[in-house]
């Protein structure tokens, strides 16, 4: 039987044909919802990017650094100076008042209660003053005899005093041959020199240990009457560095001779053709004393023009060993397995990566205030990472000082286990977080270099920061203020020399311009072969003033 159309069936096709439309519609619908929230969800993490990216900006400009953190102690310190001399004022007018109408019963309340002070150094010079007692009694008349006496000490300064030093060298002549004879010229601590080794010892003291700039302390001697104008002073200071050369190669040699050392480097800026440069001071610290090693402490500075990776090849040249310092790029070349004389193993520095996670955790603190939500979305996993490296601080703190094999047993007891454990929650936090996120990127700076971060762990003579280079370079930040910058490179070498010298004694332990007064009065009449008797693991001061004496 022949059927005809189905008279459904344009219907149907425009059912399927609305059905069809709806479906693309939809699809559609959902694309674009799906493109807006991801457009939104890009343009939020952008805008917490920007807020994060202010407020670190806001930090480095306003916040804590160390540099400023310094300052603001020197603030507190001088705030407290000033309430403490108003405390004095006040209680001395207080007790003036009180005496003026003779109440001098509660003169005792109103003097401020002052911790006991201990007693003045015993190595001082005595001068004794008596003042006159009665002769006979002030009631009868009678006879007095002695019974003891009241000393009250006081410290007092003697002005620095100034003199020439006549060296004479008498003539004898020969009655029989009528040859002269005179005793030879004593060597002089600079060549053409009229200074003597305290002057000396002073002035580049006053320069690279005090900051205090040749052009002040030359108004200073002024002012006391002694005519030294800046380019004799820095004649003097350019002669001192070349005599002091040979110690401060020694120093060099006996760094470099270490199996670990710190390194680190700062700026300095340097006077250029109409402008100033910023040039760079580095340093490179031994310092055995962390896991007892016996060899003295030293530091080596160099000065180079800008911050190019080759300066640090031609200062480690000859090293091969052990370099606890930052993830600086320039160090990249020395680790490689196939440098000459040998690889430099990397040790990295954990107050570097403590500090990324501290800055992060600082700012959501001071972006926060009771009952108002944070500005800045910064993850509490900023501040769980601070703890977990604090713990590692905690444990280490007691192992200073220990000898290297002890120091190494307790660190694979106590500390590999929190090490472990901080990996593996970095590991697991960090799959969860985008590459921008700031906490993330910490994190990878960590993860990406855990083989120099855990090194310690295998070498009792790593340290598990670079604080002894940071502190050496201290000297120069603080500087930096005063003589604003180096009139040139020559300058800036001649800086190293001497910051080289300075901060060595220092970290002996012995006091640097003593030490140097002694090196200069010594140092051309001394043997090359026997310098290392002058070098400041060798020197006493008690020996020395014995000497003089």
């Not at 600082?362 to 205030?369: H, R």
């Not at 003579?461 to 009139?487: D, H, M």
């Not at 043997?527 to 070098?535: N, T």
Request: charged share 25%; aromatic share 6%; hydrophobic share 45%.
């Amino acid at each position: 039987m022949t059927t005809g159309p189905d008279p459904h069936s344009d219907e149907i096709a425009a059912l399927k044909a609305v059905l069809a439309a709806e479906r693309e519609a939809r699809v559609k619908a959902e694309a674009d919802l799906a493109l807006a929230q991801a457009r939104a969800s890009g343009a939020e993490a952008m805008v917490e990017h920007l807020k994060l990216m202010i407020a670190k900006f806001k930090r480095d400009r306003f916040g804590q650094s160390s540099e400023r953190g310094r300052k603001l102690l020197d603030q507190l310190e001088l705030q407290l100076e000033d309430l403490e001399a108003t405390a004095a004022e006040d209680a001395v007018a207080a007790e003036l008042a009180q005496s003026a109408v003779g109440r001098n019963d509660t003169l005792q309340n109103v003097r401020r209660r002052k911790p006991a002070r201990a007693p003045l150094p015993a190595h001082l010079p005595r001068e004794r003053v008596v003042i006159p007692g009665p002769t006979v009694c002030p009631c009868c008349g009678g006879r007095l005899a002695k019974l003891g006496e009241d000393v009250t000490e006081t410290l007092e300064v003697v002005p620095r005093q100034w003199k020439v030093v006549q060296t004479v060298r008498e003539k004898f002549t020969c009655r029989s041959c009528e040859k002269i004879a005179q005793p030879p010229a004593p060597f002089h601590p600079i060549a053409r020199g009229r200074a003597g080794a305290s002057l000396l010892a002073m002035i580049l003291y006053a320069k690279f240990g005090n900051h205090q700039p040749l052009n002040r302390q030359s108004e200073g001697f002024a002012r006391e009457g002694i005519d030294l104008d800046v380019s004799t002073l820095a004649d003097w200071v350019g002669a001192c560095t070349a005599t002091l050369a040979p110690l401060v190669e020694l120093i060099r040699l006996h760094v470099m001779a270490a199996a670990r050392i710190h390194g680190d480097d700062t700026t300095v800026p340097v006077l250029a053709k109409n402008q100033t440069i910023t040039g760079r001071l580095w340093t490179y610290v031994r310092d055995d004393r962390p896991f007892g090693g016996a060899a003295p402490p030293a530091a080596v500075f160099f000065y180079s023009r800008d911050r190019a990776g080759v300066h640090a090849a031609q200062h480690l040249a000859s090293y091969a060993g052990i370099l606890q310092a930052d993830a600086y790029a320039g160090f990249g070349d020395l680790y490689e397995a196939r440098r000459s004389p040998g690889p430099i193993a990397e040790a990295a520095c954990w107050s570097h990566s403590r500090r990324k996670f501290f800055v992060l955790a600082d700012i959501a603190k001071a972006t926060t205030s009771p009952g108002r939500k944070s500005p800045v979305s910064v993850s509490p996993l900023a501040f769980e990472a601070v703890r977990r490296i604090d713990a590692i601080f905690d444990v280490e703190r007691n192992l200073n000082g220990l000898p290297e094999a002890q120091r190494l047993d307790l660190r694979r007891k106590h500390v590999v286990p929190i090490v472990e454990g901080l990996r593996a929650w970095m590991r697991a936090e960090r799959a969860r977080l985008s590459r921008h996120n700031e906490v993330a990127k910490a994190m990878d700076y960590m993860l990406s270099r855990w083989a120099a971060f855990v090194r310690f762990l295998d070498d009792g003579k790593i340290c598990l920061t670079n604080n002894a280079a940071e502190r050496a370079l201290r000297c120069v930040a603080i500087g930096r203020k005063n003589w604003t910058f180096c009139g040139s490179d020559r300058g800036g070498e001649r800086a190293a020399a001497i910051y080289t010298l300075v901060a060595t004694a220092k970290l002996n332990d012995i006091d640097p311009e003593a030490w140097l007064a002694d090196v200069l009065r010594r140092i051309n009449d001394h043997a090359a072969s026997r310098l290392d008797e002058l070098l400041p693991w060798n020197w006493r001061y008690s020996d020395r003033a014995a000497e003089a004496a």
